[in-house]
């Protein structure tokens, strides 16, 4: 992965918020998550991304406890934390800038069940087993996916499943045409590594949404 799991996803975000794309802007430093809080959390993103529907169809009890890999400033890890009061929330980012971040949104939010954990680029270093894994905008950005996907297995519980939503190769907006990852290739990786798909949501404008369990 590169040195932020959500750098294509940045762009992705500025070009949706109306903000000039350079050709040279998909390589960040993260370190100064306020500034980039900016362009994540932006109110326009809510218009595509459905945060509410997509994590509605996650089919969360309210005490799961979830992964979200990539977390960034929390888009999705806080919003996970307010659906999910009894539950558990991992926003995982090997950004330690943005980890901070995490950790200090989550005190001034009062969401005590946002647990930020500072993650490898090959381990997500979970420190339990997880019921979901929810990875938006970061699967392209992984090395070596087949070989992460299948150690990820031994962090998930009976029945836990892994959520992967990214760019589609029509999207208006997102990484250049050339980093993005066709849904087709994703079920193939994700079967080798030992998953089957068990869902697939057509909802999101951009992005396809695709749900994978252990075989």
Known sequence: MRRALLAMALLALACASGRAQTPHAHQHDFSGAERWARAFDDPARDRWQKPHEVIEA???APDATVADIGAGTGYFSMRLAHMTPRG?????????????????????????NVEPVLAKPDDPRLPVKVDRVLIVDTYHHIDDRERYFRN????LRA??????????????????????I????????????GYELAASHTFLPHQYFLVFRAR
């Open 58 to 60: 996650l089919r969360l």
């Open 88 to 112: 558990r929330i991992f926003a995982v980012d090997i950004e330690p800038d943005m980890v901070r971040y995490l950790a200090e949104r989550a005190r001034r939010e009062k969401l005590p």
């Open 152 to 155: 990820l297995l031994g962090d």
């Open 159 to 180: 029945g836990g499943e892994v959520a992967i939503i990214d760019f589609t190769k029509q999207s208006p907006i997102g990484p250049p045409v050339s980093a993005r």
């Open 182 to 193: 066709a849904p087709q290739q994703v079920d193939e990786e994700m079967r080798r590594a």
